[in-house]
């Protein structure tokens, strides 16, 4: 596609349910990121992949955060037994090598 | 791995105005320093970035600067515009694995 697509893009769910947020990179982007951003905060930084490497994880809040990228493309971000401080706009970014980063529309998760 | 400070947190003022945004950043081993403008309900998009291989650029009403040895870049704004209300970020990336990290975030307002 023409940009970063999230979805879904606003997920409610109950407190204790597993979610699953999904990002499609611009194609060819070796780079994607995962952000949180909760209300009216900065960008609080999650995981990082870069090509083929290991992802760097030492942004997630818990080990109920998890997140895979498949092919070097598509990644899922998965929060398990979600809590209502989980509650934030998640947003994924992707890049080539030394330029810019493209955000997606976010995934505004709400944990009931 | 990366820590980027950005100040003020929250910054007012007159329309007509210079803005200025200051961020520092801890790792020696940052050359890319872009800067992301996000207006309420959107996704943050790059405004202007710099590298680390130069000390200022312009673009219009934008310039950042850059000094390597203190490890500080700005981001300044002059004869600011009501729509240039929004939340500003700062940001550092890494050379060597192209890990990014965000600064959190300046709320500008300028007042008609």
């Known amino acids: 596609g023409a940009g970063v697509s999230q979805s879904p893009s606003n997920k409610v769910t109950e407190k204790g349910k597993d979610v699953e947020l999904r990002c499609d990179p611009i194609?060819?982007?070796?780079?994607l990121y995962w952000y949180r951003q909760s209300l009216g905060q900065g960008l609080e930084f999650l995981i990082y992949?870069?090509?083929?490497?290991?992802?760097?994880k030492s942004g997630l809040p818990s080990d109920r955060f998890s997140a895979e990228r498949t092919g070097g493309s598509v990644s899922t971000l998965t929060i398990q037994r979600t809590q209502q401080e989980d509650s934030a706009v998640y947003l994924c970014?992707?890049?080539?090598?030394?330029?810019?980063?493209?955000f997606g529309q976010g995934t505004r998760l709400t944990v009931v | 791995g990366e820590n980027v400070e950005q100040h003020p947190s929250t910054l007012s003022v007159q329309e007509g105005d210079s803005a200025v945004i200051k961020c520092t950043y801890s790792?020696?081993?940052?050359?890319?320093f872009p800067w992301y403008k996000q207006e309420l309900g959107k996704r943050p998009q790059l405004i202007i970035d710099?590298?680390?291989?130069?000390g200022e650029k312009k673009d219009q009403r934008i310039a950042v600067t850059l000094n390597k040895t203190a490890k500080h870049f700005s981001l300044h704004i002059t004869e600011t515009q009501p729509e240039d209300s929004a939340v500003y970020f700062c940001?550092?990336?890494?050379?060597?694995?192209?890990?990014?990290?965000f600064g959190a975030g300046t709320r500008l307002t300028v007042k008609p």
């Open positions: 940001a550092a990336r890494n050379i060597n694995n192209n890990d990014m990290r």
């Open positions: 970014a992707s890049s080539l090598t030394r330029s810019e980063a493209f």
């Open positions: 710099i590298r680390s291989n130069v």
């Open positions: 790792d020696s081993a940052s050359n890319y």
């Open positions: 194609s060819g982007h070796t780079a």
């Open positions: 992949f870069q090509g083929n490497s290991a992802p760097d």
